[in-house]
Each structure stands twice: as structure tokens, then as C-alpha cells.
């Protein structure tokens, strides 16, 4: 199983970034597991950013980011993306995507909860 995680970079204050996750593997599909973006800045505990359900019907964000970042998903290509707008410097950090293999159709905001991790992309904010 691998989740890899894309899109980060470099962006001004208010700008836009759309992250993209990727999972592959022989038998791993994403529709089975709520999936998760966490985010580590230098010298801080990765945190938790936003998740979705299984098949999307619930999502969930951290206080910092709602109303900023929305988190969707498309099954059929096994990819989950974090779209990230009105970007602040607080938001730099290195995103990564988990994968929760969980059955009911809820999504939780626990790293702990999460068993596969992606690498991380990382995303710069300028002021």
C-alpha cells in the first residue's frame, strides 16, 4: 500500500494550493477507509487538518482551517485531494494523507486512529 501525496509548494498569503493523494497498491482501495490530511510544522506534533467518510458523506475539519480548505475524494481514481484557499503563513507546514480502515460511515480526526501515511508534500506560505 502507498498513498503519495502532491501538489504542495511554494504560494503568497490568499493564495490557493490543491493537494492530491494518491493510493495504489494490488488490492487497496480507498473506498474502503475514511481518509485523513494531517500537517507537522518545524518544532510542532503533526495535527490534525481534515478528513472525509468512506464515501464521502461526511467531512470534517480542524477550527483553523474550515471555512479555508475543503477535502473531497473520487473512489473510482483512488484519490483524495485537500483544496487549500485563503492560505496563511500559519499554514506551512508538510501535509500527508492517511488512510483509516474503519466500517462505519464516519471519519475520525485521531493520527492514531490512521494506519497507512503518505510521505508528505510540503506547503510554504510567504507573508
Known amino acids: 500500500v502507498q498513498l503519495q501525496a502532491s501538489g504542495g509548494g511554494l504560494v503568497q498569503a490568499g493564495g490557493s494550493l490543491r493537494l492530491s493523494c494518491a493510493a495504489s497498491?494490488?488490492?487497496?482501495?480507498?473506498?474502503?477507509?475514511?481518509m485523513g490530511w494531517f500537517r507537522q510544522a518545524p518544532g510542532k506534533e503533526r495535527e490534525f487538518v481534515a478528513a472525509?467518510?468512506?464515501?464521502?458523506?461526511?467531512?470534517y475539519y480542524a477550527d483553523s482551517v474550515r471555512g479555508r480548505f475543503t477535502i473531497s475524494r473520487d473512489n473510482a481514481k483512488n484519490t483524495v485531494y485537500l483544496q487549500m484557499s485563503s492560505l496563511k503563513p500559519e499554514d506551512t507546514a508538510v501535509y500527508y494523507c492517511?488512510?483509516?480502515?474503519?466500517?462505519?460511515?464516519?471519519?475520525?480526526?485521531?493520527?492514531?486512529?490512521?494506519?497507512?501515511w503518505g510521505q508528505g508534500t510540503q506547503v510554504t506560505v510567504s507573508s
Open positions: 492517511a488512510a483509516d480502515r474503519i466500517l462505519s460511515l464516519v471519519a475520525r480526526t485521531t493520527l492514531g486512529e490512521y494506519e497507512y
Open positions: 497498491g494490488r488490492t487497496f482501495s480507498i473506498s474502503s477507509y475514511a
Open positions: 472525509i467518510s468512506r464515501i464521502g458523506g461526511s467531512t
